[in-house]
């Protein structure tokens, strides 16, 4: 199924795939009070009442990612990872950055987003390039 030219299910596949990264990484190799610690943010008790929302930010990630394969019009899964790879460093560490210059986020923290958006927009733009 399409909508403006976008494959439906290679972005819901994307975007799953985004989130269980993030899980990994966030939820698996890293303590709470690790995040915490890197973050400079209290843990609060409202945080496990905000996780179904977490699946909202990787969605609309997996979103714009596919627009940019597809306005790119190169298919094919290295072409995909490359738009993912680059967007992660541009996007993903430029967002990032606003928590570490403005806010209270660690440069260890900085590096540790940047690890994740790399990897999860890599992966995911290669299974939306690869699957177009």
């Known amino acids: 199924m399409r909508m403006m030219g976008i494959n439906l ?3 819901l596949a994307a975007g799953i795939a985004i989130y269980l990264i993030e899980y990994v990484i966030f939820a698996q190799l890293m303590t709470p009070a ?25 969605l609309f990630s997996a979103i714009g990612l596919a627009f940019a394969i597809k306005w790119r019009n190169k ?16 996007f993903g560490l430029g967002g990032s950055l606003y ?9 260890t923290m900085v590096l540790v987003s940047l690890g994740h958006f790399v990897v999860a927009w890599g992966v995911a733009g290669a299974i939306l390039g690869a699957w177009k």
């Open 34 to 58: 690790q995040y915490v610690e890197m973050s400079g943010y209290p843990q609060t008790g409202d945080a496990m009442a905000r996780m179904p929302f977490g699946v909202i930010p990787p």
């Open 75 to 90: 298919p094919g899964l290295m072409a995909g990872l490359a738009v993912g790879v680059m967007l992660g460093i541009l």
């Open 9 to 11: 299910l290679a972005v």
């Open 99 to 107: 928590s570490f210059v403005y806010g209270p986020n660690t440069p």
